[in-house]
């Protein structure tokens, strides 16, 4: 057992999931106990006294469900003993992509709040690594650490937990870009990333940039070891001044000349010239506002496509731009600058679901699970979601180096924990036919059943045409063969 005042939780955080940790660790500070489970190093599932933990608690807030819904889980937990998520699931209170985020809500809010600790102990129960990749996790702890030292450190803490390397010159090392790419954008963060190139002392750089995830990203990249230290400069030019004040955004300085006039005329010309860009800022922080509160209004309503004002189809890098055009906008560090600290909580909590709808849509799995949602599952269990993306991706790395009979095994075990995904009804069906002996009927059923849950896979399409080409109905294949061309002309089998 440690102190959390001798251990700062960030810094575990970031070891345990370098180490790739598998076990139980366990927070307590007065009465309040919370056990998380780690799986190959990221937190999965949590265990809390703590009421505000809670998962139904996590619903009620994103106003999910109503208040009332606290008693039927209380009720229903008392009646027959199980996990919370269990219980939420069988009451069918809210829909299956509510329930992940609020796994997710329940996950990094616990962490964060105890990042905010300054005091308790910490403890470990380790337990036999897993074999293969970990489960799907609804929370990236490096994130979570970086925010917490944003929200809860000092300046003075971040430059006292950097040690000797305050005073010394940061360089991008191996993992630099891996990390970066973890890192939710903010209105700094591309000064931050250009400061970081071996000509600028770490102490200076955090000053100029004088921002709050700034230095929450920038422990992130030292913790994780993703910068290489230099006692001298290695890029440009020394600085000259050992402290540079911090700097704001610059203000333009606007200056109107009339021809013709002179003195008092010009001033005055001046002066109206003044209030007359006064108006104009007052009337565009005004807009801005009512886009907050406006867009704020509409999460409960919004799907990620619509929050970030792109179409369903839109590829990732449309996806990516839609977004950084948002945080430009919306960022919380942006709305303070122009004095709108009235609604920045409503700015927190609105730019804290942009990123989670360009994190879900960024990436392919989560956008799949995503939109699988959308479609009307009611049948949820993150366990077992995390289980079977497991088995299909080590299943998928089989299929693709030739081992059709191993992958089998795994692609039959993801479709028996998750039937109504289509990827892994179809990588099913296509190992049914390529392994040795296939099954060719299987694998057609299991092909339609993929095509059920997803039409517009041409992929799929075209190998159900090699299949039923194979099994001598050539009509059939033609027929689907002429529905995936007509999808994706550039599709391949």
């Not at 610059?250 to 007359?276: F, N, T």
Request: net charge negative; aromatic share 6%.
């Amino acid at each position: 057992m440690a102190s959390l005042a001798d251990t700062p939780l960030p810094r575990l955080l970031v070891e345990l999931h370098r180490q790739g940790f598998e076990g139980w660790v366990t927070l307590e500070r007065g009465k309040v106990r919370r056990r998380f489970l780690w799986q190959g190093g990221v937190p999965t599932r949590l265990e809390s006294n703590a009421e505000g933990d809670a998962l139904v608690e996590q619903l009620i807030t994103r106003g999910l469900v109503g208040e009332d819904a606290r008693t039927k889980v209380r009720r229903a937990m008392a009646a027959k003993p199980a996990a919370e998520l269990a219980v939420l699931v069988g009451l069918k209170l809210a829909a299956p992509r509510d329930l992940l985020a609020a796994v997710g809500d329940q996950l990094r809010g616990s962490l964060l709040d105890a990042i905010a600790w300054e005091s308790g102990t910490v403890s470990f129960e380790p337990m036999p690594a897993g074999d293969g990749a970990p489960p799907a996790a609804p929370v990236d702890v490096l994130t979570v650490a970086a925010e917490g030292v944003a929200r809860t450190w000092r300046f003075d803490q971040v430059l006292q937990s950097l040690g000797d390397n305050v005073t010394h010159f940061p360089s991008r090392g191996a993992s630099f870009d891996a990390v970066v790419e973890r890192l939710p954008r903010f209105a700094s963060l591309d000064t931050l990333l250009e400061g970081i190139c071996g000509g600028e002392s770490a102490f200076n750089l955090l000053r100029r940039v004088s921002d709050p995830s700034a230095c929450g990203a920038f422990w992130l990249l030292d913790a994780s070891r993703s910068l290489e230290w230099s006692s001298t400069a290695t890029h440009g030019q020394a600085e000259e001044q050992e402290n540079v004040e911090p700097q704001g955004p610059a203000l333009p300085e606007l200056e109107i000349v009339v021809a013709g006039c002179s003195g008092a005329s010009s001033a005055k010309a001046s002066v109206a010239a003044s209030r007359l860009t006064t108006a104009q800022a007052e009337a565009k922080t005004e807009k801005l506002r009512q886009e907050i509160l406006e867009l704020h209004g509409q999460l409960g309503s919004l799907d990620y496509w619509a929050l970030l004002g792109v179409e369903q189809e839109s590829p990732a890098p449309e996806i990516k731009k839609a977004y950084l055009k948002l945080a430009k906008r919306l960022h919380p560090d942006k709305v303070a600058q122009v004095g709108l600290e009235d609604v920045k909580e409503t700015a927190n909590e609105l730019f804290a679901e942009i990123t989670r709808a360009h994190q879900v849509l960024a990436d392919p799995d989560e956008r799949r699970a995503y939109e699988a949602s959308l479609q009307g599952h009611t049948t949820f269990d993150a366990d077992r979601l995390g289980q079977a993306e497991t088995l299909f991706r080590k299943g998928e790395l089989l299929m693709n180096a030739g081992n059709f009979l191993g992958a089998f095994d795994l692609l039959e075990a993801a479709v028996q924990l998750w039937p109504e995904e289509a990827d892994y009804q179809a990588a099913l069906a296509w190992t049914l036919f390529k392994k040795n002996p296939p099954e060719d009927a299987r694998a057609i059923e299991h092909f339609d059943k993929a095509l059920a849950l997803n039409g517009d896979n041409a992929h799929a399409r075209l190998r159900l045409a090699v299949v039923l080409k194979a099994t001598g109905d050539s009509e059939r294949a033609a027929a689907e063969t002429a529905k995936a061309q007509a999808l994706d002309p550039n599709a391949t089998v």
